[in-house]
């Protein structure tokens, strides 16, 4: 049984004033099994820590992955605000575009993203970038959009990143930073803790003719490899992110196959990729996912994109005494726009089976396409899409 003291200093509201011979009574309040703050509220009692542990003594981590997230708008050639528009019909919360994936990302233990653009004020545009049809800006508060929603860390080396400048790239990660996500790019990596295990991210852009002196494939072949191994040997779980491939290509280049599978051969236990706006197999290579092309996920880059459909992928990683294994994945087909006939930037679990079987036709189509090219056959890939856990 606990007990409160509970002094009332203002007796002088309500009792005759002390003289100098009595000195101020004090008076004892004894209250049984609740505790009171200096207002006279209850203090609830601290509840019970959950437990990191299984049953089993183990850990499990679950984590998402998603493609393209894009907010803004673009000073480009192609000016527009369609992010704006939509925004001033939710009232100027930007919050509302995940609402319908808002419980999903706040249920696991970390989701990543790939944020295509800058959060930034400058209006500066580079030379290089002059003619660029899309360069994608939203103000550096904007950053919130992300772990209000269950968003932790973002990957930020893509062919956007840079729209604005060194500066505003500066920009970006400073907003970043100040709103607690945990990003990467070719030359930081990002490290995100949970549940007391260390997960080390890092990101590269693969696209030979976006950036010709340092961000080609032939260039990166080696510094893939010798991260990851530098990384390996100091966190559990290395996650490695790649902007690669060709835009609206549905199955991978030989290149990128290559690339993905040197990740994992130098001990990446999870290969992230996108860039083409189209969703692309997966491979299962020596135990490790190679998720090609993730396609979009929120993104304003386009009022109504060809294709919408898309899927966020899910994976779970257990520790058990000291060891990391997988422990499978599941997909969650979405549309990237909760509208049919344009794109609200509203990602939406799919509902109805023959919108499902269209995303799991897609896939096992382009795993076949891929097929009749020699040199990009998917050999490792997934011959079935969970949607459920197995466990």
């Known amino acids: 049984m606990r007990k409160l ?99 999903i990302l ?50 930020l080396e893509n062919n956007h990143v840079m729209d604005h400048g060194e500066e505003a790239y500066e920009d970006t990660k400073a907003a970043l930073r100040e709103a607690g996500v945990v990003y990467s790019n070719s030359t930081e990596m990002g490290v995100y803790t ?8 890092l990101s590269y852009l693969c696209i030979d003719r976006y950036d010709k002196s340092v961000g080609g494939y032939a260039t990166l072949y080696d510094k893939v490899a010798a991260d990851i191994r530098a990384a390996k040997e100091l966190y559990p779980i290395v996650i490695a992110s790649f902007h690669w491939g060709n835009e609206k290509d549905y199955f991978p280049t030989e290149r990128q196959i290559r690339m993905g599978r040197l990740a994992v051969d130098s001990g990446a236990d999870l290969v992230i990729g996108h860039h083409s706006h189209r969703m692309n197999p997966i491979e299962c290579y020596k135990g490790v996912y190679i998720c090609y092309s993730l396609g979009n996920f929120c993104f304003a880059g386009h009022k109504k994109p060809d294709d919408m459909t898309s899927f966020v992928f899910q994976t779970r990683f257990r520790e058990r005494n000291g060891e990391i294994t997988n422990e499978g994945f ?7 726009s909760s509208l049919e006939k344009r794109n609200d930037f509203i990602p939406t679990p799919l509902e109805k089976a023959e919108h ?33 856990w197995e466990n």
Not at 56 to 66: A, K, N, V
Not at 81 to 94: K, N, P, R, S, T
Not at 125 to 146: D, R, T, Y
Not at 330 to 336: N, T, V
């Open 330 to 336: 599941r997909i969650i087909p979405i549309r990237i």
């Open 5 to 103: 003291l509970a002094c009332l200093l203002l007796l002088c509201l309500t009792l005759p004033c002390a003289t100098a011979e009595e000195p101020e009574e004090e008076l004892y309040i004894e209250v049984e099994d609740v505790m009171l703050d200096e207002d006279g509220n209850e203090i609830p009692e601290e509840s019970e820590p959950v437990s990191i542990f299984e049953e089993d003594g183990s850990i499990l981590l679950t984590m998402t992955f998603t493609g393209d997230f894009t907010i803004g708008k673009s000073t480009g050639r192609d000016r527009f605000d369609y992010f704006g528009d939509e925004l001033a019909q939710h009232d100027g919360d930007i919050n509302y575009t995940m609402d319908n994936m808002r419980a």
């Open 356 to 388: 499902i079987d269209s995303v799991l036709t897609t896939l096992k189509q382009a795993t076949r396409d891929a097929g009749k090219k020699k040199a990009t056959t998917l050999t490792y890939a997934v011959e079935t899409y969970p949607l459920t």
């Open 194 to 201: 949970c549940k007391g295990i260390d997960i080390c991210m």
């Open 106 to 155: 706040q249920a696991d233990d970390m989701t990543l993203v790939n944020f295509e653009g800058t959060l930034t004020n400058s209006t500066y545009i580079p030379a290089n970038k002059k003619e660029n049809h899309f360069l994608f800006s939203a103000p550096p508060e904007w950053a919130s959009i992300l772990p209000d929603n269950g968003i932790e860390c973002a990957s």
